[in-house]
Each structure stands twice: as structure tokens, then as C-alpha cells.
């Protein structure tokens, strides 16, 4: 059964691997070249469109703080010309674009966060959201623009009127932005790049789903609960990101609430990842570390809130980059404790890595002079991976844990049965020891409530289903990982066993090198036997031994 369970989850990654790669894919732009303007004009003639499509760089002309029609851009003595100057909210773009004559084009334009019309050779033809000189006037809007146009006279002359105050300061950039090709090729790209956080809620919903199976099919790994919530997080986010999704489905969402909740995604995913590590990976959190991600989140959620919008994008890149330090020393903090790693930890491990690398690369396209040149965003596919990959890891841990709770479950027949055995000896022999036959009697009773669960040795018993030890009837109080010790010593009472074979069965995962803890949990257990008949021993260099003294 083992064998055949790592032999599908390691077939079913690499093609995990393939469809997310096919994902980014999908989000790509079409293949194009770089053609940079000179004056506010970019000669297209050298571009043969049934080939290629061409991306637009350089900077146009524009009227700083005024949002002008074609007729009055022309008319206008305040053309400028360069880098638009910070503070600038709202402005005016003109450029013009050199084409053969004849024929069909598309532009293509994204609009993330600004708000913009489009005059192309005089005419209105397109928009996103509505511009305005203030913020209260202007309405934002995420989507991408698909416009088709015929040349006139071997030209295009677009004027485009934009508003930004969401974004950071300058982000007016539309000659960055345009994409010209031919119309099948430019809207095949808008319709495939639509169609991508549709996949990508999809995918979020079912591994949410898997996780609550997960969750229902072996309660005490709570890890399972903090994933699921992880994705229903993400398939929200992914509808709020983008061409914001959730904005068409739900029409009362505000723009602005739906910028609030991609931002708040952030301090969410660092603490329900915490918590689902915690659970994966004992130890490894440090206090120091858990304090910190809850100054960060808190200090986190009052800013999203109080922030204006355009002050919050500002503060996006830090959030982002403190979140990449996170995950880095985690990613660092794993490799050191766990040394060793099991198989579903190594899993987890590449989808830290791969999260880790796509945060690096974002940084990098989003906040560098180069980001033109490089392949696009690939944060939300190595999600969509990273998930699939912690989706195999909780699978194979939760089909682990299944067997050895059904191993238990033999073996907690086989001391029920002696259980019986012992009791109907204690009657032939018709002993005296009324008092023996009654607590016997009374641990069969909770063994007959909960058949399989009660084990019992001499005066002790433990009841599997509450968690509880028992000395002659009296509750030892014992804490979760004392009373999975004392379960590990009953099925081996009489053999020494080895630490790392303990610290398995209290943990639930290999022993790191810090051995504390197991030494720690066995001296708070060791007092709590006293009059028991039974003590535990230390065995050097070998481990520990449970059963009446030698």
C-alpha cells in the first residue's frame, strides 16, 4: 500500500509541475517585439503582424493635470515630453503609432488600478472605470482593453486620458503597457488571460475541499484544517487580483474593498501558513519568530485599513519582501532541525523553495528597469503549485497516519481481549480482591462504550478515546504528548526502546537533534507512575525501558 501510494504521488507531481507550467503559459502575452518610440511616434512598418505582435516602450508626449479630447490635446501649449514627475495624478498621453495601409489591428492595454479612455485617430472607442481630477470623481478599474482598429492614412494617433490614485506615484506608463498586433492574436491573449484566475478559483475551491476530506478522515492533524482555509483564502484572493473576478460575480463589492482584501491576503497567508507548520514541523517555529509574525500581521491589517489606497501600493513592496525574509527562514529553519526529513516534509520543502523563488523574481519584475524584458509575474502559478504540492504532502501523511491508527486498533483488541481473559480468571479463581475485580470491571465497562480503545495493565489503564490515563480509577492527568509516551511503553512493556522510536511516537514526525524535549516529557512521566508497579529505566546509549522493576 506504501509503495503504492509514493509511486502515484511521485507521477502525479511532475504532471502537477507540467499543468502549472501550462498555466503560465496561458497568462503569457503574445510573442512580440520591442519597438521604442522616438518624439511620441513608433514606426511599425518593419513588424510583419501575421508573425508577431510589437509591445510598445518609450515615452509619449502628455498634458500633466488636465484630461484633454484629441482636439484640445492638439490645441494645448502644455505638451511635455519624458519621465511624468511625481504627483501627477491625473494627465493626458498622446502618441502615434506608423503602419502599412490596409488591413485590421488590435491594441491591447491593461489597466491595474488607473482609470483611462481612448481616443484612436479621433474617435472614442474603449475604456476602463472612469477617469476624474479627484479621487472621489474617479473610478478604478483592473482589466485588460481590447480594441480593434483600422489605420487611416498608414497612422494611428491614440489619446488616452488617465487618472491614478490607487497606485504608486508615476505609474502612468501606457507606451509600457500597449500591445499591437494582429486582432486574432491580441484577443486570443485578453480572452486566455481572462480566463486564467477563473482556473485558478477553481483549482483553490477543490484542494479547499480535499483538505476538509482530509480533515474528516483524520481529525488530530489540524494541518489539514489551516490548508483548507489557506485555499478558500487564495481563491478569494485570486478574484480580487488581476481582472478582479469577484468585482463581475458580485456587483455590491466595491472596487476599493476588493484592493483591501489583496493586500490583507498577505498577513493571512503568513499566519495560517505558521499555523499549519507548527502542526507539520514541531519545534521549528521559534517563540521569537511566532512574536514577531503577529507584531507584523497585526501592524499589517491596521494599515490596510487605514491606508488610502494609493499609500497602501506604496507599501505593498515591503509587505512582499518581509514575507520573502519569512519564508526564507523557514525554509532555512526546516533544513537546519530536520536534518532528515520524511518524504511528505521533503514535499513541502519544493513548495517553500518554489514560493521563495517566485517572490524573489516578482520583486524583480515589478521594481526593476528590466521588467519589459523579463517572461511576466509567476507568484500566482508557483501558488497554484505550491498548493499541489502541499496537497500531495497532507495525502500521504494522512494515509500514513490512517494505517497506524488502524495498527493501534489491533492492537488495542488484543488487549481487550486480555482484558477479558483476566477478569474471567479472577472470577474462577474466586478471589478476594474485591476491589481489583471493580476497577477492572469499571475499565471494561468504558471498553465496552468505546470497543477498542482501553488499555490495561495491572492498575493502569488508558483510555484511547478521551486521551486519558487512569491509576486505581484516579485520572493521572497526563498531558497529549506524556500520554502518547505511556501508549508507546504499554505495547513494548518489557523492551527498550530507542529514543528515536519515542520521540516518533509522541511527535509524530523523526527526531531532530535537539533530544531535550523527549528527555523532558519522560521525567514528568516518570513521578506520575509511582505505586504503579511499573517504572521507567534509562538504558545508555540504547533508550528507555518500561515495565516492573528488575
Not at 12 to 30: A, D, G, N, Q, Y
Not at 327 to 342: G, K, S
Not at 402 to 420: F, M, N, P, V
Request: charged share 15%; aromatic share 10%; net charge neutral.
Amino acid at each position: 500500500m506504501k509503495r503504492t501510494t509514493n509511486r502515484v504521488i511521485y507521477i502525479v507531481l511532475p504532471i502537477c509541475t507540467l499543468l502549472c507550467f501550462l498555466l503560465w503559459l496561458l497568462k503569457m502575452p503574445p510573442a512580440s517585439v520591442l519597438v521604442e518610440g522616438k518624439s511620441g511616434v513608433w514606426d511599425l512598418h518593419g513588424v510583419d503582424f501575421s508573425k508577431t505582435s510589437a509591445q510598445l516602450i518609450g515615452q509619449p508626449e502628455y498634458v500633466a493635470g488636465a484630461l484633454l479630447t484629441p482636439d484640445a490635446f492638439a490645441a494645448s501649449d502644455a505638451v511635455l515630453s519624458g519621465p511624468v514627475p511625481d504627483g501627477v495624478d491625473f494627465l493626458t498621453f498622446r502618441f502615434r503609432i506608423l503602419l502599412p495601409d490596409g488591413g485590421m489591428v488590435a491594441l491591447a492595454k491593461y489597466c491595474a488600478g488607473n482609470a483611462s479612455r481612448i481616443y484612436v485617430n479621433g474617435q472614442l472607442l474603449g475604456g476602463a472605470g472612469m477617469p476624474g481630477e479627484t479621487r472621489e470623481t474617479t473610478t478604478a478599474s483592473n482589466r485588460y482593453l481590447c480594441i480593434t482598429c483600422v489605420p487611416e492614412g498608414g497612422a494611428l494617433e491614440i489619446v488616452e486620458q488617465t487618472a491614478n490614485f490607487v497606485h504608486k506615484d508615476g505609474d502612468f506608463w501606457p507606451a509600457l503597457k500597449f500591445y499591437i498586433g494582429s486582432e486574432q492574436a491580441i484577443s486570443d491573449w485578453v480572452t486566455r488571460f481572462n480566463a486564467f484566475p477563473v482556473i485558478g478559483i477553481g483549482i483553490y475551491l477543490l484542494l479547499s475541499l480535499v483538505y476538509l476530506l482530509l480533515l474528516q478522515t483524520l481529525p488530530s492533524y489540524r494541518a489539514n484544517l489551516w490548508l483548507s482555509l489557506l485555499c478558500l483564502m487564495w481563491a478569494l484572493r485570486t478574484g480580487v487580483i488581476g481582472t478582479k473576478v469577484w468585482l463581475a460575480l458580485l456587483p455590491w463589492l466595491t472596487w476599493e474593498a476588493a484592493f483591501r482584501t489583496e493586500y490583507l491576503s498577505i498577513p493571512a497567508t503568513l499566519l495560517l501558513l505558521m499555523f499549519s507548520y507548527r502542526e507539520l514541523f514541531p519545534g521549528i517555529m521559534q517563540r521569537g519568530f511566532r512574536i514577531a509574525v503577529y507584531g507584523f500581521s497585526t501592524l499589517a491589517v491596521i494599515g490596510i485599513f487605514a491606508m488610502e489606497p494609493q499609500r497602501l501600493s506604496h507599501a505593498g513592496v515591503p509587505m512582499t519582501a518581509l514575507s520573502g525574509l519569512a519564508a526564507v527562514y523557514t525554509l532555512a529553519r526546516i533544513l537546519y532541525v530536520a536534518r532528515r526529513p520524511n518524504a511528505e516534509q521533503r514535499i513541502i520543502l519544493t513548495g517553500l523553495f518554489v514560493v521563495t523563488l517566485a517572490i524573489v523574481a516578482d520583486v524583480l519584475y515589478f521594481n526593476t528597469s528590466t521588467s519589459g524584458s523579463m517572461p511576466g509575474s509567476v507568484m500566482e502559478t508557483a501558488l497554484i503549485l505550491f498548493s499541489l504540492l502541499q496537497m500531495a504532502a497532507m495525502l500521504r501523511a494522512t494515509l500514513r497516519e490512517t494505517a497506524a491508527a488502524k495498527q493501534r486498533e489491533i492492537i488495542l483488541a488484543a488487549e481487550k481481549l486480555a482484558l477479558l481473559e483476566e477478569k474471567q480468571s479472577l472470577a474462577q479463581q474466586n478471589l478476594t480482591l474485591e476491589e481489583k475485580a471493580a476497577r477492572a470491571e469499571a475499565v471494561l465497562q468504558r471498553a465496552s462504550r468505546n470497543p477498542g480503545h482501553v488499555l490495561s495493565k495491572g492498575p493502569l489503564a488508558l483510555d484511547q478515546v478521551s486521551g486519558q490515563a487512569f491509576l486505581r480509577g484516579e485520572d493521572m492527568l497526563l498531558s497529549p504528548k506524556e500520554f502518547s509516551l505511556l501508549c508507546a511503553f504499554f505495547a513494548h512493556e518489557g523492551e527498550v526502546l530507542s529514543k528515536e522510536h519515542l520521540y516518533e511516537a509522541a511527535w509524530s514526525q523523526p527526531m531532530t537533534d535537539d533530544a531535550n524535549a523527549l528527555k523532558k516529557a519522560v521525567s514528568r512521566l516518570r513521578p506520575k507512575l509511582a505505586n504503579s508497579g511499573f517504572e521507567i529505566t534509562a538504558k545508555r546509549g540504547e533508550g528507555y525501558r518500561f515495565g516492573v522493576p528488575e
